[in-house]
Nanobody, 127 residues
Protein backbone atom coordinates (compact mmCIF):
# COMPACT_ATOMS: atom_id res chain seq x y z
CA UNK A 1 0.00 0.00 0.00
CA UNK A 2 1.42 3.36 -1.04
CA UNK A 3 1.58 5.70 1.92
CA UNK A 4 3.08 9.07 2.83
CA UNK A 5 3.39 10.05 6.47
CA UNK A 6 4.27 13.55 7.61
CA UNK A 7 5.80 14.32 10.98
CA UNK A 8 7.62 17.11 12.76
CA UNK A 9 4.82 19.62 13.18
CA UNK A 10 4.11 21.37 16.44
CA UNK A 11 3.83 24.67 18.23
CA UNK A 12 6.73 27.10 17.87
CA UNK A 13 7.30 30.74 18.69
CA UNK A 14 7.74 33.32 15.93
CA UNK A 15 11.28 33.21 14.65
CA UNK A 16 11.65 29.57 15.54
CA UNK A 17 12.32 26.55 13.34
CA UNK A 18 10.78 23.20 12.56
CA UNK A 19 11.76 20.40 10.24
CA UNK A 20 8.96 18.45 8.65
CA UNK A 21 9.52 14.94 7.35
CA UNK A 22 7.59 13.05 4.73
CA UNK A 23 8.31 9.34 4.83
CA UNK A 24 7.14 7.02 2.08
CA UNK A 25 6.25 3.38 2.41
CA UNK A 26 5.13 0.90 -0.19
CA UNK A 27 6.92 2.67 -3.02
CA UNK A 28 10.30 4.11 -3.93
CA UNK A 29 10.32 7.89 -3.71
CA UNK A 30 13.39 8.10 -5.96
CA UNK A 31 11.26 8.43 -9.07
CA UNK A 32 8.67 10.81 -7.71
CA UNK A 33 8.45 14.55 -7.66
CA UNK A 34 7.44 15.79 -4.23
CA UNK A 35 5.45 18.82 -3.20
CA UNK A 36 4.76 20.41 0.15
CA UNK A 37 1.42 22.16 0.54
CA UNK A 38 -0.33 23.87 3.40
CA UNK A 39 -3.91 24.67 4.19
CA UNK A 40 -5.80 26.74 6.70
CA UNK A 41 -9.54 26.41 7.31
CA UNK A 42 -11.61 28.13 4.67
CA UNK A 43 -8.77 28.52 2.21
CA UNK A 44 -7.48 26.52 -0.71
CA UNK A 45 -4.46 24.30 -0.35
CA UNK A 46 -1.37 26.39 -1.12
CA UNK A 47 1.81 25.11 -2.72
CA UNK A 48 4.82 25.80 -0.50
CA UNK A 49 7.68 24.02 -2.21
CA UNK A 50 8.54 21.22 -4.59
CA UNK A 51 11.53 19.13 -5.54
CA UNK A 52 12.07 17.08 -8.66
CA UNK A 53 12.84 13.36 -8.63
CA UNK A 54 16.46 13.90 -9.62
CA UNK A 55 16.90 16.79 -7.15
CA UNK A 56 17.85 18.98 -10.09
CA UNK A 57 15.19 21.56 -9.38
CA UNK A 58 13.35 23.06 -6.45
CA UNK A 59 10.81 25.82 -6.21
CA UNK A 60 9.34 27.86 -3.40
CA UNK A 61 6.34 30.06 -2.86
CA UNK A 62 7.34 33.71 -2.61
CA UNK A 63 6.06 33.80 0.95
CA UNK A 64 8.63 31.23 2.12
CA UNK A 65 11.65 31.92 -0.10
CA UNK A 66 14.81 32.35 1.91
CA UNK A 67 13.19 30.76 4.99
CA UNK A 68 12.22 27.24 3.91
CA UNK A 69 14.41 24.58 2.34
CA UNK A 70 13.22 21.37 0.74
CA UNK A 71 15.51 18.37 0.51
CA UNK A 72 15.29 14.66 0.00
CA UNK A 73 17.18 11.62 1.20
CA UNK A 74 16.37 8.85 -1.24
CA UNK A 75 18.27 6.33 0.85
CA UNK A 76 15.79 6.97 3.66
CA UNK A 77 12.84 7.35 1.29
CA UNK A 78 12.11 10.65 2.97
CA UNK A 79 11.67 14.27 1.98
CA UNK A 80 12.20 17.15 4.39
CA UNK A 81 11.02 20.71 4.71
CA UNK A 82 13.27 22.81 6.92
CA UNK A 83 11.34 25.86 8.08
CA UNK A 84 13.26 28.73 9.66
CA UNK A 85 12.24 32.20 10.80
CA UNK A 86 8.68 31.03 11.18
CA UNK A 87 5.89 33.58 11.20
CA UNK A 88 2.34 33.37 12.56
CA UNK A 89 1.08 33.34 8.97
CA UNK A 90 2.90 30.04 8.44
CA UNK A 91 0.36 28.40 10.74
CA UNK A 92 -1.42 25.66 8.78
CA UNK A 93 -1.72 21.96 8.25
CA UNK A 94 1.20 20.90 6.07
CA UNK A 95 0.88 18.08 3.56
CA UNK A 96 3.37 16.31 1.38
CA UNK A 97 2.40 14.89 -1.98
CA UNK A 98 4.07 12.68 -4.57
CA UNK A 99 3.60 12.08 -8.26
CA UNK A 100 5.57 10.50 -11.06
CA UNK A 101 4.72 13.20 -13.56
CA UNK A 102 4.35 16.44 -11.60
CA UNK A 103 7.16 18.66 -12.85
CA UNK A 104 8.96 21.06 -10.55
CA UNK A 105 10.73 23.19 -13.12
CA UNK A 106 9.26 26.66 -13.42
CA UNK A 107 6.75 26.65 -10.61
CA UNK A 108 5.16 24.47 -7.95
CA UNK A 109 2.64 22.14 -9.59
CA UNK A 110 -0.99 22.52 -8.63
CA UNK A 111 -2.36 20.23 -5.95
CA UNK A 112 -4.48 18.30 -8.46
CA UNK A 113 -1.31 17.21 -10.26
CA UNK A 114 -0.25 15.02 -7.33
CA UNK A 115 -1.69 11.53 -6.94
CA UNK A 116 -0.48 10.59 -3.47
CA UNK A 117 -0.95 12.56 -0.28
CA UNK A 118 -0.07 12.28 3.37
CA UNK A 119 -2.50 12.93 6.21
CA UNK A 120 -0.96 16.25 7.18
CA UNK A 121 0.86 17.64 10.19
CA UNK A 122 -0.19 20.73 12.11
CA UNK A 123 2.20 23.66 12.40
CA UNK A 124 1.28 26.48 14.77
CA UNK A 125 3.40 29.60 15.12
CA UNK A 126 2.39 31.67 18.11
CA UNK A 127 3.84 33.46 21.09
Amino acid sequence: QLQLVESGGGLVQPGGSLRLSCAASGFDLDYYGIGWFRQVPGKEREGVSCISANIASTNYADSVKGRFTISRDNAKNTVYLQMNSLKPEDTAVYYCAADLEALCVIKIPAAYEYDYWGQGTQVAVSS
